[in-house]
């Protein structure tokens, strides 16, 4: 990362046709340019002798912008004056007209002063972040709030930024510090704290601290849903309904459907939701040993690299027909996927009379170790039954009073719950240095998420994934 204490300049808008574009301009220049660039001047006080700038924080000023004497653009300027701004810094924000030719103009005319440098990815929220405008977590939630794929997602972003996640920790945080004041008091003054520790009042505490923690867990765990989504693909034999699923599910004619086996060749991805929850349905080729030509061939290898990055797999069976090579397809999807919880039988095709032989083949082992659930696109709520299952398989719950999360989430607080659960081990054996030692693990775990332990590895990481200009 460059130098902090530059002044940066980025246009913060897409790029493309559009009504508005916006420059943003954050650092110690920033007024400086904008006098230049508007050609607007400092005066000088008359009583004092004191620096009186021609723009007022939070106030728009309409002005033309110059490169030199030339008028690149006009548009509104807007002043807002540091610690109170986004970054912390003093910023200003051109909103000139929108395109591809005129912003890049604008943005060439503030680089040519010296000391302004063009933003890196993310570099405007760092510094918000660096500058203690928001924690870790309501940062990483601006690029969330962007890029959400559902309303459930964007709500989640947004109670993140509101602080949501971090009040989550900081409880936590707390009352793990409390813990650990009353534990060390215990091993500076025993005679005064012993009641703490014989009586099991430290045992109690630690197993609520553990039950928080997990709390806070399944939480994050839903917000890392909500962010990323989850993948299901439609996996089984050639001709059992993958297609006609894929397309009921998408609410459109995505795939080809016909009597043929084997029709589709290649993986067919579409976005839905389910359940608030961002989902990708892949839906491929039939999986057997045998295919009937080369493209078929490749169809099923790519077909079995879909599996192996699956969340669930819907393992389609047509119930009214002999499904010879059903097994087949299982013992393909095991190599790759072998997870009972996350296999799903869907028995398509339930408008039509069953088949006797299907019918105890998925009454009989293996497929009867797996969950089943019976289909029907051709009958009105012959999929509101797989919905809610499908909801309940991938662990989905009402998104109300959910944050986003990321996977780095996840790992830390899967740290921290592991520091409790050995510092209630270590309680137990009258450790009660160890104990300590232990809640401080859980504790910095935990100031690693929200940045109050943090690294410049770590803040590199996660503010290159952010556009430029946010």
Do not use: W
């Not at 940066?8 to 230049?36: E, F």
């Amino acid at each position: 990362m460059a130098d902090s204490t530059d002044s940066i300049a980025a246009i913060a808008t897409a790029p493309g046709r559009g009504g508005i574009a916006i420059i943003r301009i954050s650092g110690p220049l920033a007024l400086y340019v904008a006098s230049k660039l508007t050609k607007k001047e400092n005066t000088t006080d008359a009583q004092d002798g004191s620096e009186v700038f021609p723009f007022k924080p939070r106030y728009a000023y309409f002005s033309k912008f110059y490169d030199g004497d030339e008028v690149i653009d006009e548009g509104v300027l807007l002043y807002f004056k540091g610690p109170h701004s986004y970054t912390g810094e003093d910023v200003i924000e051109i909103q000139g007209h929108g395109g591809n030719i005129v912003p890049q103009r604008v943005l060439s005319a503030v680089l040519k002063f010296k000391g302004v440098r063009q933003a890196e990815p993310g570099e405007f929220t760092r510094r918000a972040f660096l500058n203690g405008r928001m924690d870790l977590t309501a940062a990483e939630a601006v690029e969330d709030l962007i890029s959400a794929g559902s309303e459930s997602a964007a709500k989640a972003a947004l109670a993140s930024l509101s602080g949501a996640f971090a009040n989550r920790l900081d409880e936590l945080t707390q009352k793990l510090t409390n813990f650990r004041v009353r534990i060390e008091a215990c091993l500076d003054f025993p005679e005064e704290h012993e009641d703490f520790f014989d009586s099991g009042k430290a045992n109690d505490e630690l197993k609520e601290l553990l039950s928080l923690a997990q709390q806070a867990q399944t939480i994050a765990n839903q917000g890392v849903k909500l962010n990323e989504g989850a993948r299901i693909v439609l996996a089984g034999q050639p001709n059992a309904g993958k297609s006609s699923l894929l397309n009921a599910l998408a609410g459109a004619d995505r795939a080809i459907v016909t009597n043929i086996p084997g029709t589709t060749r290649d993986v067919l991805t579409v976005n839905i939701e389910i359940g608030g929850i961002p989902v990708t349905i892949t839906d491929t080729a039939g999986i057997r040993d045998t295919p009937s030509d080369e493209i078929e061939a490749i169809g099923i290898q790519k077909a079995l690299d879909e599996l192996k990055q699956a969340d669930l797999i819907l393992l389609m069976i047509d119930s009214s027909k002999e499904a010879y090579d059903a097994l087949e397809a299982l013992n393909h999807i095991k190599k790759v996927f072998d997870n009972p919880k996350n296999i799903l039988v869907v028995k398509s095709k339930q408008d039509l009379p069953p088949n006797e032989q299907t019918q105890q083949l998925l009454n009989s082992e293996p497929l009867n170790q797996y969950p089943q659930i019976s289909t029907s696109t051709k009958q009105d709520g012959g999929l509101d039954v797989l919905r809610t299952k499908l909801q309940e398989i991938l662990g989905i719950i009402p998104s109300e009073g959910v944050f986003s999360a990321r996977r780095r989430h996840l790992s830390e607080l899967q740290e921290s719950y592991l520091a409790i659960q050995r510092a209630i081990q270590m309680l137990e054996l009258g450790d009660l240095v160890l104990t300590a030692r232990e809640i401080t693990l859980a504790q910095n775990h935990l100031g690693t998420i929200t940045g109050k332990v943090t690294s410049d590895d770590i803040l590199g990481i996660i503010f290159s994934t952010f556009c430029i200009g946010k």
